[in-house]
């Protein structure tokens, strides 16, 4: 039997159904295929970061995600570093990942402390309203055949049963391992090391009560023993636990878990064992992330240590810059060049997040052992002093990455009209609202109390905080190419401050494409935001300079 149908997404892991839920959002037919039948309880991603909280909300799903998060609302979000759980405690980073609100903040939804697999769970809900898009969960992706304008996927089901369905578009978002890539030849490139480590998932009755440290997210154990990461999974009996950089010689799955849990803990620790997860940290990245009509999103295309918490969330900024470009290819209104925008734009971001992800693994607990550090008396405290301050110093980053989450720049897009001002620093750890086109759009909390987002949509806004509303011009250009534009009109002193008095337009993703004066002529640079041409884009992006 064959199938025809726009999209045919391989993987229906976060990033899978982050990009169905766009396509979808955008009207676009598509297939999810997923081998597995059943969600992993392993809960790899445990943070759903400020940006992806953004993008959940603009998915409608940002509060039921909260809602169904297992650690409590008043769960303080801490990072404690410490030599055992019931050790001596060495640094403290109070609400670290910036979980809590707080006035004045420059996005409208915090970060969330929620494991994988609820939001996996929400969106697999959420995607069972959207009619154009089809779940087929137990069906894997076996071969793939590009040839005249569309692809020839063979799948297969669980009973051995094989398929054939035509897509015109084919997206990888299979993870590490990712059969798209090996099928349409692409390498990855690895860059640096590659490391063992053990993940657990552990009921632990009493083990929240055992210690002395507080409520926090993270406890990071710093002892030769067992230099390890744990933290409650939920706001009972349940915690996870990674054993990291595991020397050479030991098998992580030869690790005693008992005994690496005791030591951990200091102390005895009754438990039963849920789930064991060994896992490699390593940085790659793929060398092209699109031949002809199949395309790679999340960790299909990139992979590096976790520590900083990326990798899902920077698969979901994936999903939704190529979701709403495939849907304007799709629906005409696109040229080439702004597919080609795809790994233009992300590229840069996901290089600057593996050199992050990198430089936080290259200081581990297993880094910050010193002589002495579990000693009573003044030398301990002295060592353990010394310890903490260097953790301070050096750790502080990796848990305030609001920058690198926040502040990248779509510097070198073909689909992005420059502005001629200077791009401001960027340093990571600090974040500066930016209306220069290629920067995330500012936030803003209108004067009557909703945020300015929810205003866009979910395709292009054409902003306008000045008090003259007809852009009739815009929308008339904006439809003689088929472009779906939304005028919002926002005279409001809030959203004045922060945008000016000009015009900026808006992409679907939330990123601005061009800023400037009302007598600008719409067509020219609608031309280049939607990728017409490349030569058209280099003459309207100078004609608009
Ligand atoms: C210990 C650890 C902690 C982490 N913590 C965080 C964190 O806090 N925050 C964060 O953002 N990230 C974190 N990550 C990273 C995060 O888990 C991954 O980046 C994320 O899972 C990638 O999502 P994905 O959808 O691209 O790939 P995956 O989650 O790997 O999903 C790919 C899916 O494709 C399916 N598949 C594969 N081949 C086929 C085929 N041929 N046909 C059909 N289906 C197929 C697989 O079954 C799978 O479900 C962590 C990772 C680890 C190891």
Known sequence: MKTEIDVLICGGGPVGLGLATELGRHGVRCLLVERRTTTSLQPRAKLAN???????????????????APLPADHPSDIVFATRLRGHELARFPNALSTAR???????????????????????ERLAQQPAVELRRGTTLKALDQRDGGVICELQDEGGVRSTVEARWVVGADGARSTVRDLIGVEMRQLGPVTPNLGLVLRAPGLAESHALGRAVHYWIVNEEAPAIMGPLDGGEVWWLQATAIPDGVAPESIDVARLLEQAVGGPAPHELIARDPWLAACRIADRYRVGRALLVGDAAHVHPPMG??????????AVDLGWKLAGVLAGWAGEVLLDSYEAERRPVHKRVIDEAAAN???????????????????????????????????????????VQLGARLRD????????TAEPADPGDSYEPCLRPGHRAPHVWLEDGAALYDRFGGEHALLDTGPDADRGDWLAAAAQRGIPLRVVHVPDAA??????????????????????????????????????????????AEAAR
Do not use: C, H
């Open 495 to 540: 959203a004045r401050a922060a945008y000016g008095e000009g015009l900026a337009l808006v992409r679907p993703d939330g990123y601005v494409a061009w800023r400037g004066e009302a007598a600008a002529e719409p067509g020219a640079i609608l031309d280049v935001v939607r990728g017409a041409s490349r030569a058209a884009a280099t003459t309207a």
């Open 413 to 420: 897009s073909p689909v992005v009209i420059p502005d001629g």
């Open 102 to 124: 707080r006035d004045g903040d420059p996005f409208p939804e915090p970060a969330q402390q929620v494991p994988q697999y609820v939001i996996e769970d929400v969106l697999r």
């Open 309 to 318: 918490g990326y990798g899902m969330n920077m698969g979901f900024g994936d």
């Open 50 to 68: 400020i940006r992806t909280m953004e993008l959940l909300r603009r998915w409608g799903v940002a509060d039921e995600v909260r809602r169904r």
């Open 361 to 403: 693994y290259r200081l581990l607990s297993n880094d910050l052992v010193v002589e002495g550090l579990e000693d009573a008396g003044d030398a301990g405290e002295a060592a353990r002093g010394a310890v903490g301050e260097r953790i301070v110093r050096d750790k502080a980053r990796e848990f305030r990455s609001i920058g």
